[in-house]
């Protein structure tokens, strides 16, 4: 809340008011807490992921080629999404809204293969009702999509936001933080495609 | 989803009707008082809208007060209930709603939002800031805990309170055995709360690690502030746990998930697993903060420093890693196995070393001080001596061999109190006797305090003693009543008799606010109790922008020594007034609190679309709050000049002006 901002011009615009600094280590810290939460599905899942009770396993239901793609398209994202970071700190709102566009439209299309995979599971008899394994799969891979879903609309408002006001301090500020949301969500990704698919898949 | 609206309000039980009258009597008092008053404005501009940390802690406080009050009665009941051998005042189910409500509330809405009050107050004051990081997220922590607490609070008139005891255990929780919707409201509105809480820690991690003023490096804080930062460190690494396990929750009850259900692969103990990972740091959380009131209480009050700073700060973080290790000896009876019981025991039991460790510098500091016992300090002189026989007890209830004998019975019930009661609500009143000034600009009769003092320590003592005697001879807890031939009547009616003078203190704490809001004496000074911290080196009440200048300090206890060395930092020349920026107030919390109570109440009575139709609200008020680029205001250099001369001309001594 102290007026002494935008002095220290060596520093990125994100990163030059004091407000920006707090905003952004209040983000890490949120991400800390999003990390536990995660961990604690994770623990879930690996708690109850061979509790089929009669009802499918792993090796009934994933669809590895599907899953690989999604998996291709969310790790893209992330690469383009530093992309855009970059622009940003070199100063080029097209090329930061560039790259932000393509990294929406990746991860559109892996909502949008996450969701059809669903639909299929569901199809398959193989609901969240179905049994503990279900349950915690789809719980946390749906936590996980709701947050894809979730940073893709907040990046549509930073995107008007820069389209409004251009590059600020505090538009430059917002992007950097949905970049590190988007980095996170790749992050955890890693861990459902090692720990869910490919550990489902070998067991 | 055929909402059955005959069940819709509780009916047929004259103990809630009558709550039900009195509810819709409070609120038209409340409705006719503020319009006759014509203070709907007031209460809009001055409180709803306000993202000033001290008023946001005052509504905080009050909460906790009411809270405590609802909290309490359900004590009581429970209490005339159990006075008796087969005593048929309340029915078993009554009497299991009531002590779920009792837990849930007592914890979650009543020592936590007390706590976070005290915290909102003091902390910005403490390390020498304007206000906390992010002033509106503040009130939004505020808005969805009262969100929260006022949801789980309706409960009991509308649709049936939970039932399943405050730790919820499955597979009881579960749709299965308990099918009405009471199980519900817990999922749901500790969720709600639990999400402001969540914002809370951020926010005061945020602002000590980065607000505190120039030279307080992080060894020279008080400790409350030391206490603040590992609890708020702690509520970011313990409610996400907390959050998934009440999403589980949700999810097996609503939706026929599979989580801890006894079909369908569940498990039921994952449920306890999950919930002591939260509920055990949960437990430091509230105490931690409570730690550090006592020793800023005591160093003021012996007049001398806190013995053992870094050793104290040691304890503190110790603590808070030990809690996160310690969550299976809730639970020893599971049948984990000998290995796993004695890792618990032994991680359990070393908790007793740091806090051992603080017990010992509390009584250092006291020694060759020169104490006065304001009733802060009673408060903090009881403490010693009821909280070590908690802890004591605690260590007996450590040893997992041994634990299976205290298991589930009223010993258990009265150590936990001996640990929260000294812990915390002692804590809390002698908190809030000590920074009474600061808020409100006049001090809580110390006449009163005394008798509520007394009363309250008498009452508390001669109501659970007797617990832990009755539970070692057997008595099992949440039990709704015994016969004559166990033998327990005379213990239990003492601890019932202990009830009604612990009840007596809390209705003269309550006097004595009313008396000294009437007629206590306005003209005190910013540092009524010669404190030692920067919290008392401004104007009580405080005004709007805390310091007009930010205090600079060199050493602990910074205040003290700035009046021991007559320092020029506590005299404000006309030349270092400065304009000074301030938040703008914002309604957009408040909102989002309701609309997050509405989507709950929703979501509790299974109206999903409805439900879903509300949960857009709080994305809408997300959005707005992103378009919102509105950076605040100004108070003028005549203002602040105008407002330092009243306040410090006043006071002369210590804190001066030169014009």
């Not at chain 2, 989507?599 to 299974?606: H, K, Q, R, S, T």
């Amino acid at each position: 809340m102290s007026a002494k901002a935008y002095g220290t011009s060596s520093l990125p615009l994100e990163y030059q008011s004091e407000q920006s600094r707090m905003n952004i280590l209040g983000f890490w810290i949120f991400l800390g807490a999003e990390i536990v939460l995660f961990a604690t599905l994770f623990g879930v899942y690996g708690v109850l992921y061979e509790r089929y009770a009669g009802g499918p396993t792993h090796q009934d239901i994933i669809m590895i080629r599907e899953v690989m793609i999604q998996t291709m398209l969310l790790l893209t994202s992330s690469f383009t999404c530093g992309v855009a970071i970059h622009e940003m700190r070199r100063g080029s709102l097209k090329g930061l809204l560039t790259w932000l566009v393509i990294t929406l439209l990746l991860g559109a299309g892996f909502l949008y293969m996450e969701i059809n995979e669903f639909m299929h599971y569901v199809h398959e008899g193989a609901t969240m009702q179905t049994s503990a394994f279900l349950s915690s799969f789809f719980v946390l891979l749906g936590t996980h999509g709701l947050h894809v879903t979730f940073g893709i609309l907040w990046a549509i408002m930073v995107i008007i936001q820069l389209l409004q006001r251009g590059l600020t301090p505090v538009t430059a500020r917002k992007t950097f933080i949905i970049g590190l949301y988007w980095h996170f969500l790749d992050v955890v990704w890693i861990f459902i495609f090692t720990f869910v698919y490919l550990k489902g898949m070998v067991s | 989803m055929g909402i059955k609206w005959d069940e819709f309000f509780i009916t047929g039980d004259p103990l809630i009707l009558g709550s039900q009258i009195a509810i819709v009597l409070t609120m038209l008092g409340i409705v006719a008082g503020l319009t006759y008053l014509k203070r709907w404005k007031w209460l809009w501009r001055e409180w709803l809208t306000t993202v000033d940390h001290k008023r946001i802690g005052i509504m905080y406080i009050i909460s906790a007060v009411l809270m405590f009050f609802r909290g309490g009665m359900d004590g009581l009941l429970m209490k005339a209930q159990t006075s008796r051998p087969e005593m048929e005042f309340l029915t078993a189910q009554h009497y299991n709603e009531i002590f779920t409500t009792h837990g849930v509330i007592m914890i979650l809405f009543m020592a936590m939002p007390f706590l976070i009050g005290l915290m909102n107050v003091v902390i910005p004051l403490q390390i020498g800031a304007r206000d906390v990081a992010f002033p509106q997220l503040n009130a939004l922590s505020f808005w969805l805990f009262f969100s929260g607490a006022m949801l789980f609070n309706v409960s009991f008139v509308i649709g049936g309170s939970p039932d399943a005891g405050w730790t919820s255990y499955f597979p009881l929780a579960g749709k299965e055995f308990s099918p009405g919707i009471g199980n519900n409201y817990y999922a749901v509105a500790l969720q709600i709360a639990g999400i402001g809480t969540l914002l809370s820690g951020i926010n005061f991690v945020v602002t000590i690690l980065k607000m505190r003023t120039k030279g307080m490096t992080l060894m020279r804080m008080p400790m409350f502030s030391w206490t603040t930062l590992v609890t708020s460190i702690i509520i970011v690494a313990a409610f996400p746990i907390f959050t998934v396990a009440l999403g589980l929750m949700t999810f097996d009850r609503l939706y026929g998930t599979h989580f801890f259900t006894l079909s369908g692969g569940g498990l039921d103990m994952l449920w306890a697993n999950l919930f002591w990972l939260w509920g055990h740091p949960e437990v430091y959380i509230v105490a931690l903060p409570a730690f550090g009131i006592f020793s800023e209480v005591i160093a003021t009050f012996s007049r001398k420093s806190l013995f053992g700073y870094k050793s104290m700060v040691v304890s503190i973080v110790g603590i808070a890693l030990l809690s996160m290790l310690v969550w299976v000896h809730h639970f020893y009876t599971m049948g984990a196995g000998a290995a796993v019981n004695s890792v618990f025991s032994i991680t359990t039991m070393l908790i007793a070393v740091p806090t051992g460790v603080k017990m010992f510098n509390w009584l250092f500091t006291m020694r060759h001080g020169r104490i006065r016992t304001t009733t802060a300090m009673l408060w903090a002189l009881a403490f010693v001596p009821c909280f070590v026989i908690g802890g004591v007890t605690g260590v007996m209830l450590a040893m997992g061999a041994a634990d299976y004998q205290y298991h589930n019975t009223l010993f258990l019930v009265a150590h936990f109190h001996y640990v929260l009661i000294p812990g915390v609500v002692f804590a809390v009143f002698a908190g809030l006797y000590y920074w009474w000034p600061k808020m409100f600009g006049f001090l809580l009769n110390e006449r009163l305090g005394k008798w509520h003092f007394w009363l309250f320590v008498i009452g508390f003592n001669v109501t659970f003693m007797p617990m832990f005697f009755l539970g070692l001879k057997g008595a099992v807890r949440r039990s709704y009543t015994f016969s004559v031939e166990s033998g327990f009547s005379n213990l239990f009616l003492v601890s019932a008799l202990g009830s009604v003078i612990l009840a007596a203190g809390f209705a003269v704490f309550c006097y004595n606010i009313y008396w000294s809001l009437r007629h206590a004496d306005r003209n005190i000074t910013g540092d009524p109790w010669h404190a030692r911290t920067l919290e008392w080196a401004t104007a009580s009440p405080v005004q709007p922008y805390n310091f007009a200048k930010l205090p600079v300090v060199d050493k602990l206890d910074a205040f003290w020594h700035m009046k021991k060395s007559d320092s020029p930092e506590l005299t404000l020349q006309q030349t270092e007034i400065e304009e000074i920026h301030m938040p703008n107030n914002s309604g957009l919390p408040f909102v989002m609190g309701i609309i997050f109570g509405i989507a709950g109440f929703l979501l509790v009575f299974e109206w999903h679309l409805a439900a879903a139709v509300a949960a857009i609200g709080i994305f809408a008020c997300l959005i707005v709050r992103s378009f919102d680029y509105n950076d605040g205001y100004h108070i003028h250099k005549a203002e602040v000049e105008q407002t330092e001369q009243a306040w410090r001309l006043r006071e002369g001594e210590v804190n001066r002006y030169v014009g």
